[in-house]
């Protein structure tokens, strides 16, 4: 619906009213006044201290006012085409031909009878045997008199009051064992339990008590072991005095705080008290035990590299310290694990040496920060298993390969699902392309019919199948994990379809959602979606439909989702966003990728950059003016197109170019064009057959002006063409490379190298006039909208004298000889100076020539950029090589002229300025005239490109 009213009608109902009165209306329409909060002085006081006096000094600081943010404005940068390994679109065969799994399934079963191999006792039974004796028994006293020490009584005439009996050593009547189930030494209550099963064996089941304390608290809650297993008692019954007892326990050495060690230490004073002796059987190295806790519970060692002692009492050194890197290298080694029991947890242990890893690297690593341990097994906290697998694979290849066959054996009563996954694990860890052969086909198989039973079953089982699918995910896996298990993925996605749609939730890291777009809905056709920026959000449409905003990229996708990344954090992982669903520009970085199924772009958030004057947005696009007296250019930004650049990836640019700013001669430009340099028939076969590279040539904006052509009567060695000096008004501005044409910038373009003196910094040579034009040409076909063009030879003066009126851009000429004008020397090459330095083998002889600045020799072009630039940032405007221009040389005139243009006849002769590196000095003045026909070239010729715009921007 049209408006009935516009501005002008606004304007004029305002005009007159008084502001209570347009208050009052604002107010009426649902406008509020905008506060402005003017900052208010505040008095600072402070404290000086001069010698022995205290100085109050008071001063008022005023704020700075508050910085309005500059507008920001969304720019797309790149663009790239997604390859056929990034997004399969058609629905792969093994999906179509897979069979989703049936509730009475085998392969979703782990093998019948199937059983993990039991762990290494901490010490052979053998050797653990008399040490239990001895801690557990009593000297026995027989009937049988002991001859030996009879004889010797009698022999030695002392008195007898009883008759000395034979003795040995053997299990005490009475006695108790007392079990420690703390929460630390999980992963020793197995061989607990054992040695409370074997001990009745050995010794018999009268007399023994045993106890156990659940909390790890001797103080607190106590079992005892009945005839139907574990009873409660509220405490514990101190035993008869001289009741030998056996404590397996840590003794609180495991414990960080110190708690446990305290209550230990209360309760082995109450068994002192109570006229017993306890023994310690310690899963717990010596540096670990405390002096007086050792006195009390006459600890031993137990561990496979422990010896029990023979004699109750001795204390091993209490020094030392554990290995730490030992727990480190336990973490690694079991990093493919998905699950560590303690079983596997031993045999990983035993696989070092045992002066490495001792039973206090078992204990740290259960309890360790990055293990959530449970009842069963620990499992690695997420974001933890990255650091520890890379430590597994800096281990030795045997070690490796040691601790893979370990988790298999260990794990062979679980889920073929989880072994799977672990496989899939230590192939990548082990740097194997694929699984072992016998693994392969039977793991393809299963996970295509895991991702089948994902997409088709919405039953118990699919619901199952979806559950285990996301637990993998949420695991932390090697970056390769999910790309060398395409079913795998497409089973997560699968699983997660619709929540993934609706940005609901994270793929894992290196999971790549479009690598499967097909189970996305990715199969059909696909469609353009334009993104438009509307206030502070962008919005995705169909294409054709006006989202009442910014136009900023017409997207091709076959799916409704993208993906959002930051191109800074290449690590860190994409986040969904529904394609239909608003993006808040504050949750992106200020430069972002969006990828559809089809395609990749780059974005930023840019303000106005300091060299332009106004920045915006109109119907043609993003603009930039730039202030260049007399006059505003105006650039648009180009967005990235369809074609790729050697990356594959399109850029967008500001106009033509691919960089823009301005420094201290005004504003620059930079051209971009991509080179590709083929090998030869000799390159080795390991080395690339082609080179890409990317050639930079800067571009000076020459502003329209008004200028003096020619040059006074009294400039030395001037020539009668170069008069009258009249005024020249340029009424159109253009873009001036600020060297001439260098060798790197032809072979892009052209493919070849006409030049004498070859070098990619040298400029290029022996070129015609028709040359540069069919260069020029084909540049025109690299930057559509932009005429490339030969400065007029008014132009080309205009651009070397850059503001000045005298013979040189840097001052007036004084010259000594033929080839010796000092002036020239810091601006320019010339017959003078060219000699310097020249470090190719094809020089030209320049011994002989008259009067040289410098005797050097020989002589040639020199690398461009390599003399001082004249005062609007050009290059070797005199000197090095003679520069083409776009017309022949016109007779001057008196009055001023304005765009003037020489003739321009097919076969007339073009003009030629500057001088060059065989010139004499008098030819190197800005004035100075010259003319070939166009069909001639020489090692001293050769031009300088400038761009016109043929379209806005």
């Known amino acids: 619906m049209r408006p009935q009213i516009g501005r002008a009608d606004l304007l004029r ?49 005023t704020p700075p006012p508050a910085r309005t943010p500059q507008a920001q404005f969304l720019r797309p940068l790149s663009r790239r085409r997604l390859t056929a390994e990034e997004a399969v679109h058609e629905v792969p065969s093994w999906y179509e031909e897979a069979e989703p799994f049936a509730e009475d399934d085998p392969e979703i079963s782990a093998p019948k009878g199937a059983r993990p191999p039991r762990p290494p006792p901490l010490m052979p039974w053998p050797r653990l045997w008399p ?24 022999s030695q005439g002392r008195w007898l009051r009883r008759l000395p009996r034979q003795r040995w050593a053997g299990w005490a009547r009475d006695c108790q064992l007392l079990i420690d189930f703390a929460e630390p030494l999980r992963p020793f209550w197995g061989d607990f339990n054992e040695l409370k099963a074997r001990l009745p064996v050995l010794r018999g089941r009268a007399g023994l008590g045993v106890a156990a304390f659940p909390e790890g608290d001797p103080l607190g809650p106590c079992w005892l ?22 404590v397996l326990s840590d003794l609180g050495g495991y414990d960080a705080t110190g708690q446990r060690r305290r209550r230990w230490l209360r309760f082995g004073l109450r068994l002192k008290a109570a006229g017993c002796r306890p023994v310690a059987l310690m899963p717990c190295p010596p540096h670990r035990w405390d002096a007086e806790l050792a006195r009390l519970f ?93 430590r597994f694979r800096a281990e030795p290849e045997p070690l490796r390969s040691g601790m893979a066959r370990l988790i298999r054996e260990h794990h062979v009563h679980l889920s073929p699902a989880i072994a799977l996954e672990e496989a899939r694990v230590l192939a990548l860890l082990l740097e194997r392309a694929a699984l072992e052969p016998d693994e392969a086909e039977p793991a393809r198989r299963f996970v295509e019919r895991l991702a089948k039973t994902c997409g088709v079953d919405s039953g118990g089982l699919g619901g199952s199948a979806r559950s285990w699918i996301a637990r993998v995910g949420e695991r932390e896996q090697p970056a390769e994990f999910w790309a060398r298990t395409p079913g795998l993925e497409a089973g997560w996605v699968l699983a997660h379809r619709e929540r993934l749609l ?54 091709e996708t076959g799916v409704s989702l993208l993906l959002v990344s930051d191109p800074g954090e290449p690590d860190a992982p994409e986040r969904p966003v529904p394609l239909a669903g608003p993006i808040p520009l504050v949750e992106l970085p200020d430069r972002f990728r969006l990828r559809t199924d089809r395609e990749e772009w780059e974005f930023d958030l840019v303000t106005k950059p300091d060299w332009a004057r106004k920045m915006g947005r109109d119907r043609q696009g993003l603009w930039v003016e730039v202030e260049t007296a007399p006059e505003i250019l105006r650039l648009y930004w180009r967005p990235p197109g369809t074609k790729a650049g050697e990356s594959g990836r399109s850029k967008g640019t500001w106009g033509c170019f691919s960089a823009l700013g301005r420094d201290e001669y005004g504003l620059y430009a930079d051209l971009k064009v991509d080179s590709v340099e083929y090998a030869n028939v000799n390159t080795p076969v390991n080395e690339p057959l082609a080179t ?78 028709h040359d540069a034009q069919a260069f020029l040409r084909k540049l025109e076909g690299l930057l559509p909208g932009v005429r490339a063009d030969l400065p007029t030879e008014a132009e080309w003066e205009y651009a070397c004298r850059a503001g000045t ?63 001082r630039a004249n005062p609007w940032g050009l290059y070797d405007m005199l000197g090095n090589v003679w520069e083409w221009c776009a017309d022949g040389p016109r007779d001057y005139g008196t009055e001023p002229v304005v765009d003037t243009i020489g003739p321009q006849e097919a076969e007339r002769a073009r003009a030629v300025r500057g001088g060059s590196w065989l010139g004499n000095a008098r030819w190197l003045r800005s004035a100075y005239r010259y003319a070939f026909d166009p069909g001639r070239a020489f090692d001293s010729l050769g031009f300088r490109p400038c761009l016109r715009s043929i379209k806005p921007g």
């Open 13 to 61: 109902c305002l005009h007159g009213q008084d502001p209570e009165a347009l208050d009052a209306l604002a107010a009426a329409v649902g406008y509020e006044p905008r506060v402005v909060i003017e900052p208010k002085p505040v008095l600072a006081t402070m404290n000086l201290t001069l010698d022995d006096f205290v100085v109050k000094v008071e001063t008022t600081i």
């Open 131 to 154: 040490f239990l004796k001895l801690a557990l028994g009593e000297v026995l006293e027989s009937h049988r008199p002991d001859l030996p020490k009879l004889v010797d009584a009698v």
């Open 225 to 246: 072991d009945g005839a139907q297993g574990w009873e409660r008692e509220r405490d514990y019954r101190l035993p008869p005095p001289g009741t030998p007892v056996l």
């Open 298 to 390: 006459r600890p031993a060692g137990w561990d496979r590299n422990a010896r029990p002692p023979r004699r109750l009492g001795r204390l091993p050194p209490l020094v030392g310290g554990g290995d730490a890197d030992a727990v480190e290298r336990l973490l690694g080694l079991l990093s493919p694990a998905i699950r560590v029991e303690p079983a596997l947890l031993r045999c990983a242990r035993w696989l070092l040496p045992a002066g490495q890893a001792d039973v206090g690297a078992e204990a740290e690593a259960w309890n360790h920060p990055d293990a959530h341990a449970t009842l069963a097994a620990f499992y690695y906290e997420p974001g933890t298993a990255a650091r520890h697998r890379e």
């Open 502 to 555: 609706r940005g609901e939730i994270q793929p894992p890291p290196g999971l790549q959602p479009l690598r499967v777009s097909w189970a996305l809905g990715g199969a059909g056709k696909p469609e353009a979606w334009a993104l438009w920026q509307r206030g502070p959000a962008l919005i995705a449409k169909p294409s054709g439909v006006n989202a009442q905003g910014s136009l900023i990229a017409t997207l």
């Open 692 to 769: 890409f590279k990317e050639i930079i040539q800067r571009f000076r904006w020459i502003a329209p002006g008004t200028f003096l052509m020619g040059s006074p009567e009294d400039e030395p060695e001037r020539r009668e063409n170069e008069s009258p000096r009249h005024a020249v008004t340029l009424t159109r501005g253009f873009w001036l490379a600020d060297t001439a044409c260098p060798q790197a910038l032809w072979e892009a373009v052209m493919g070849n190298n006409p030049s004498r003196f070859q070098d990619p910094e040298r400029p290029v040579e022996q070129v015609t006039w």
């Open 805 to 867: 009126e005298t013979a040189l851009y840097s001052g007036p000429i004084e010259i000594l000889g033929e080839n010796n004008a000092p002036a020239l020397d810091p601006i320019a090459w010339y017959g003078g100076n060219s000699g310097v330095g020249f470090d190719l083998a094809n020089g030209y002889g320049s011994t002989g020539w008259p009067g040289k600045q410098y005797p050097d020799s020989p002589s040639g072009t020199h690398p461009v950029r390599r003399k």
